[in-house]
């Protein structure tokens, strides 16, 4: 089992970017694909990106990925979300994910953080 932990959330200007961590509990960190979400208010969860358990591997949401980068440290248990360039309608509830299997394009998660909000001022 892991326990995930998202920080960095806040209130961004457009046009600004943001960088959020997602620090994970345990020692088998690095078994885990690892996944970003977010929520808008009043909209669905929405997948983001994902990244391999080494990291060699990513895969983006084609909405964002010109946009997005998923980055991880095994060694620090952390996962990071870089977004640039940000929009009001970025505004939303980000979380991170983990699950065992290793598909990226599976969106199916075992692990949820509890989010961290995100408000992007025009």
């Known amino acids: 089992q892991v326990q995930l932990v998202e920080s960095g959330g806040g209130l961004v200007q457009a046009g600004g970017s943001l960088r959020l961590p997602c620090v994970a509990s345990?020692?088998?960190?690095?078994?885990?694909?690892l996944g970003w979400f977010r929520q808008a208010p009043g909209k669905d969860r929405e997948f983001i990106g994902a990244i391999s358990r080494g990291g060699e591997g990513v895969y983006y949401n084609d909405d964002v990925k010109d946009r997005v980068t998923i980055s991880r440290d095994n060694a620090k248990n952390t996962v990071y979300l870089r977004m640039n360039s940000l929009k009001p309608e970025d505004t939303a509830v980000y979380y991170c994910?983990?699950?065992?299997?290793?598909?990226?394009?599976?969106?199916?998660?075992?692990?949820w953080g509890q989010g961290t909000r995100v408000t992007v001022s025009s």
């Open positions: 994910a983990a699950k065992s299997r290793m598909d990226l394009m599976n969106f199916l998660y075992d692990y």
């Open positions: 345990g020692r088998t960190f690095g078994s885990y694909t």
